[in-house]
Structure formats: C-alpha cells, structure tokens
Nanobody, 122 residues
Framework: QVQLVESGGGLVQPGGSLRLSCAASTSILSTNTVGWYRQAPGQQRELVAAIANGGSTNYVDSVKGRFTISRDNAKNTVYLQMNSLKPEDTAVYYC????????????????WGQGTQVTVSS
C-alpha cells in the first residue's frame, strides 16, 4: 500500500515562504510524475505544479516565478518551495502520484496524501 504524507504547511504572512514536503512510503515516487494540487474552500482542486521522473516541470500560471517543485528520489520525497505567498494561495495542498505532468488521470493508479493546510494572512 502506497502512502503519501505531506508536511510543512502552516500560517504565514503575505510575502512569506513555506516549503512543503511529500514523502512516499515506497520507491514508487522515484519512477512517477508527482504533482502538488490545492483546494480552497468552495473551489475545485487544481494542479499547482508537477515534476516528471526525468525532471521536467509544469506550473500553473498563478505560481510561476514564485513556486519551485523539486524531487529527491533517494529520499522518496518531493518538495514545493513557495515564496512571495499571497492570500489567494490559501488552500489545502495535496500531493499526487498517478496523474500526468498536466494533471490528467492516467487511469492506471492514483494516490493522494491527506493534505496540509497553507494559510496566508496578516
């Protein structure tokens, strides 16, 4: 059974930074595309950033230049460095294995973490 555990969320002031981590219980992370998604209250879950096992990345326009996704396959972990945070970044952030670099389902398998809350407020 694959488990994904997110951590690093919290309360931060506008303009601040957070680093989210997504740790997998198995090495499946190292051979798959991993995505960070977020869901704000009353809104649909959206792709924020994704990284392929070869290192290619994709970002939603609203976070380009502020967020950076990276991976450490030896640690079965993917990170999301979030800088210059804005109130509109407030959401629960989830990591995913099983979707494409652009957020589409592959229809083979799909795993989600439990999510970590990010709140940007003064």
């Amino acid at each position: 059974q694959v488990q994904l555990v997110e951590s690093g969320g919290g309360l931060v002031q506008p303009g601040g930074s957070l680093r989210l981590s997504c740790a997998a219980s198995t090495s499946i992370l190292s051979t798959n595309t991993v995505g960070w998604y977020r869901q704000a209250p009353g809104q649909q879950r959206e792709l924020v950033a994704a990284i392929a096992n070869g290192g290619s990345t994709n970002y939603v326009d609203s976070v380009k230049g502020r967020f950076t996704i990276s991976r450490d396959n030896a640690k079965n972990t993917v990170y999301l460095q979030m800088n210059s945070l804005k109130p509109e970044d407030t959401a629960v952030y989830y990591c995913n294995i099983g979707r494409t670099l652009y957020g589409s389902s592959r229809g083979v398998y799909e795993y989600w973490g439990q999510g970590t809350q990010v709140t940007v407020s003064s």
